[in-house]
């Protein structure tokens, strides 16, 4: 071994260790890329519709919406004072709206709970067609041509169902297709117990 050797060895041993950090700054993303892959899966597991809304225990935002096309009566904040209620928000052009839509026509049909629409992001005549056709199940209708009212109630999708209590503050927020056993299990004696009857 050469004089030139043996300095380059000694410098070798006593310099930086130069694999170290190559190491570290690897370990570094790939810590970060599974960290987010954790926060993905968690997301994904969520159950959109058991997100709870910002405005729980909020009053409506205020608002003034004409009415849809063919009908009197528009529908603003003040209108949602005085009883409990529901108000969906639906569409012609959504699909589960009309799934959910016969529930409404026997709320409507039984005088269980005054219902009121929110008709979000919809032709005018499409709108009307739609109530022609399945049937108006709403008190009242207003027409939410541009989807403002509807991204002041924090609507995640259509259809969306809010209660109501008589002072205008929702207290409950149902995402998705209204169905029977949500009515019955969830709805009802909420607006039962909202309204103090057994």
């Known amino acids: ?5 043996v300095t380059t060895s000694e410098a070798r041993a006593s310099g930086p260790d130069r694999g170290r ?30 997100i709870p809304s910002v405005l729980i225990g909020k009053p409506v935002p205020e608002f003034a919406l004409p009415p849809v096309e063919g009908r009197t009566l528009g529908l603003s ?15 012609s052009w959504c699909t589960e709206c009309r799934r959910e839509h016969p529930l409404f026509m026997r709320l409507q049909a039984g005088n269980i ?3 009121h629409g929110l008709n979000y992001k919809d032709k005018p005549d499409d709108a009307r067609n739609w ?4 049937g108006d199940p709403y008190t009242r209708t207003g027409a939410d041509l541009n989807g403002r009212v509807g991204i002041d109630l924090g609507v995640y999708g259509v259809p ?39």
Do not use: C, W
Not at 1 to 5: G, L, V
Not at 30 to 36: D, E, K, M, P, S
């Open 1 to 5: 071994m050469t004089k030139a050797d």
């Open 131 to 134: 109530l022609d056709e399945l």
């Open 77 to 91: 904040t003040s209108d949602l004072k005085g009883e409990v209620t529901l108000l969906n928000v639906f569409a």
């Open 21 to 50: 950090p190559f190491h570290i700054a690897f370990l570094v993303p790939v810590a970060v890329f599974f960290g987010l892959a954790l926060l993905f899966a968690y997301g994904f597991s969520l159950n959109p519709r058991e």
């Open 113 to 115: 709970v005054p219902v």
């Open 160 to 198: 969306e169902t809010f209660v109501v209590d008589k002072t205008g503050r929702i207290v409950h927020k149902h995402i998705g297709a209204l169905d029977q056993k949500a009515l019955d299990q969830t709805i009802l004696p909420l607006i039962a117990k909202l309204r103090g009857t057994p």
